[in-house]
């Protein structure tokens, strides 16, 4: 169904809603916030990271910042409070952090910020996850989203919505191998088959604000990567 977004937008800025970010350091959330930004969805959009970024622009300007310990989420519940929606991009690569570092981050980091928004009343929870969560894959990357995706759900929000995209087309300034790959390799045929084996990373963003701007259907929803990149280029009318 053909969905009019920038009506679904206009109507959406004078519910004069909030929301919070997870993630904006990397590359996801960073974009994310831009487009979250430019769009002026949000009467107040608060940022939510273990240390203080710097942003440029006059649209930065009313941002809030909220720097937290992950390691003890608990003692800063105050940045969870009074979000009507959150956006979930907290990510790491076991190449990164290690096999025990990258479940820390990935599972419990994100579960413990899904349990705190929920008791600060946010309605709408936006997890990105990853084409082929499974949580009884035997590919630790995997089965770690399938996993953090599963406990979510108990939490009761409102509306849960998960993203699935394939490997992100972007360029990084940390190195991911199979997204360097992704770019040098599959670029090509990713123009001519777009959602085969990546995405690009706007689309991905672009899908997010969209489908927050849609009216629920189920109360759980998961997009897979295909349904990301076609409401990632839809228009607005």
């Known amino acids: 169904m053909a969905h009019d977004l920038k009506t679904l937008a206009e109507d959406f800025r004078q519910k004069n809603k909030s929301c919070f970010i997870l993630g904006v350091s990397g590359e996801t959330g960073k974009e994310l916030l831009k487009e979250i930004v430019e769009r002026k969805l949000f009467s107040k959009i608060t940022v939510i990271g273990r240390r203080q970024l710097t942003f440029e622009g006059e649209a930065y300007e009313n941002l809030v910042q909220e ?92 509306r849960y919505s998960i993203y699935r995209p394939a490997v992100l087309m972007v360029d990084r300034q940390e190195s991911r191998p199979a997204e360097w790959f992704a770019r040098k390799v599959l670029g090509p045929i990713s123009s001519m088959f777009p959602t085969a084996m990546s995405i690009p990373i706007q689309s991905v963003t672009k899908a997010m604000v969209a489908n927050t701007l849609i009216p629920a259907g189920d109360k759980v929803e998961i997009l897979e990567n295909k349904a990301i990149y076609d409401l990632g280029k839809a228009p607005e009318k």
Do not use: W
């Open 67 to 158: 720097v937290v310990d992950f390691e003890k989420l608990n003692d800063y519940a105050a940045a969870f409070q009074g979000h009507d929606v959150g956006y979930c991009c907290l990510g790491t690569t076991k190449a990164k952090a290690g096999a025990d570092g990258f479940i820390r981050v990935d599972h419990d980091y994100v579960l413990k910020s899904a349990e705190l928004a929920k008791a600060g009343g946010c309605s709408h929870f936006n997890l990105e996850s990853s084409k082929g969560a499974d949580k009884t894959s035997g590919f630790l990357y995997l089965k770690v989203k399938g996993q953090v995706e599963a406990d979510i759900e108990p939490l009761g929000f409102e």
